[in-house]
């Protein structure tokens, strides 16, 4: 059975379009081994050939079997032209069929897609030799095309590709980690090839559009005992350096027993090392994106309840909650959507802790409490759902002034035990944004220096956005407070209004969201390089 789907094809995205149902003995009596058969259910065509396997050419006793290849994009343009809009790259491996009637271009291979990243470092993948290029690895020649897909659009747009051969990529290994740019392949495409689905014609000129890495490119070889399908381990390690039988070893100690002899085979790749940093030249111009595939952002969000928005019981309040069917957001609820969005395309978990402050319950003041029933929320809904939670407890709003020390307190212990974390798991980065929504004034912000100087050591930015129409802040006066005691810089100050325009009550309010996504973030990025290259966590190269 052969079925046709979407353009991205996963697990949870796609659906079925049409079918056929194919005959292998027709196909193998037919004209060049090839027959073109109509789709049930649409107005498509599909082409399907064979080809003899070079099988019979293959010793598993010599020859290898397998590809462990490991690719990382560096430098990838950012075709979707937006800084808070990113692209979720993946790549295709397709090889060349060469007919009597023509050329075509046989899908292989398609990776999964790294999330908002224009330096994408994508999963390792074992690839059969068979299927790859039917043994041919000198000869047969293979396209890999770089995409990006759009989940919210559902379609996919060609950044480029490049032609290679089995052979090629093995010789193209970096050799000093993944960001290793000496023998990295170009990504190009041709002017012809700007649409969706347009794959480069030949002949035509091309553009570079990116570089790509192969981090790792090894042959397997696995001793495959045909009548049973098991894997001789024996025979395997006989093949091995001691470096690789230990590795081997440590593996199965780590997983458990080696598999009985009526389990499947197992294939394995020995890890790459990782590189030594000590003499490394490191570049002063090191950027975000160099550091987006082995780092996750985390979000802390601290909301105040105070009176300074009036009754949240009134359509004119700040805090007014319209309900959820009309769709409609406050402003709390669109700058936690803004933010989430962005940070959303760095995390993979998506579990973000939300705090309240200021707010009275019970006749008790709170200078700090959990938002929603759990202690972290899920994705941008999750942080909305969190905050709406809050107004079911019918809180007193405070009428103090504002009081930050806890919520910074808290966010900087969570931007530190994320870090430990990552960094015990691979060498992983973790960083961590302050989301802070605030009616406070600079008073409250000075009051706040000191615990802002003293949690500067940990791995974290906060966003402080003035969420009434009261005096604004002045951003440039507060920078210099902070930086009095050569303190890390490492705090924004904004307004909500400046991203709005029209009244709170009018018909024709219109919210500029790239802008504010622009300015809160810009900064974060820079803050967050600064803070890794100069205690010494440089990503590899």
């Known amino acids: 059975m052969t079925e046709a789907g979407t353009d991205y094809p996963t697990q949870e995205e796609s659906h079925h379009i049409c079918s056929c149902q194919l005959d292998v003995e027709s196909i193998m009596s037919s004209n060049n081994m090839s027959i073109r058969e109509r789709l049930a259910g649409c107005d498509a065509t599909i082409f399907v050939h064979l080809e003899p396997s070079n099988i019979s050419n293959f010793n598993p006793e010599i020859d290898p079997s397998k590809l462990h290849l490991h690719l990382r994009g560096m430098k990838f343009q950012n075709i979707r032209r937006s800084f808070v809009d990113r692209p979720d790259f993946y790549y295709e491996i397709q090889r060349l069929y060469k007919g009597r009637s023509g050329h075509t271009w046989d899908m292989v291979f398609r990776s999964e897609r790294v999330k908002g990243s224009t330096n994408p470092l994508w999963e390792p993948a074992t690839l059969d030799l068979e299927r790859l290029c039917n043994y041919e690895t000198e000869e047969r020649d293979l396209r890999i095309s770089v995409w990006d897909y759009d989940h919210r659009m559902g379609m996919r747009t060609f950044l480029g590709s490049v032609e290679t051969t089995v052979d090629a990529l093995i010789r193209a290994e970096a050799e000093t980690g993944n960001s290793d740019m000496s023998k990295a392949l170009l990504i190009s495409s041709s002017s012809q090839s700007r649409r969706r689905k347009s794959l480069p014609s030949v002949g035509a000129a091309t553009t570079i559009k990116g570089y790509l890495v192969v981090v790792q490119a090894d042959y397997l070889r696995v001793d495959e005992h045909r009548a049973s399908g098991a894997l001789s381990l024996e025979t395997a390690a006989a093949d091995m350096t001691p470096q690789e039988a230990e590795v081997l070893s440590r593996y199965y100690s780590e997983a458990g027993a080696p598999p009985s002899e009526s389990e499947e085979p197992v294939a394995f790749a020995v890890p790459m090392a990782q590189p030594d940093l000590s003499n490394l030249q490191i570049s002063s111009k090191l950027t975000f994106d160099d550091y987006t595939g082995m780092t996750e952002l985390e979000l802390c969000v601290g909301i105040e309840f105070n009176t300074k928005n009036g009754d949240y019981n009134l359509p004119n309040s700040g805090h007014f909650l319209h309900p959820g069917h009309s769709g409609q957001m406050n402003d709390y609820e669109w700058v936690i959507s803004v933010i989430g969005r962005i940070v959303g395309h760095y995390n993979k978990a998506k579990q973000y802790p939300v705090y309240g402050f200021g707010a009275e319950f019970q006749g008790r003041s709170r200078p700090i409490f959990q938002c929603g029933p759990t202690p972290k929320a899920h994705d941008v809904k999750g942080i909305v759902d969190a905050y709406r939670h809050i107004f079911k407890a019918k809180p007193i709003l405070g009428k103090g002034p504002s009081n930050y020390n806890h919520v910074i307190q808290q966010a900087a212990s969570h931007a530190t035990n994320s870090l430990n974390a990552a960094q015990g ?92 996504g622009r300015v809160s973030f810009d900064m974060v990025t820079s803050q967050m390089v600064s803070y890794f290259s100069s205690r010494g966590m440089y990503p590899p190269r």
Do not use: H
């Not at 220096?449 to 969420?467: T, W």
């Not at 129409?469 to 210099?480: M, N």
């Open 425 to 516: 798991n691979g060498g992983r980065l973790s960083y961590t944004v302050l989301l802070i929504l605030t009616t406070g004034n600079e008073e409250d912000i000075k009051a706040a220096v000191a615990k802002l100087e003293e949690v500067s050591v940990a791995p974290l930015s906060a966003i402080f956005i003035k969420m009434d129409s009261g005096t604004p802040w002045r951003s440039e006066k507060l920078d210099f407070i902070l930086s009095k005691n050569g303190a890390r810089q490492f705090c924004t100050f904004t307004g909500c209004d400046q991203f709005i325009q029209g009244s709170a009550t009018g018909s024709g309010r219109l919210r500029n969201s790239q802008s504010l």
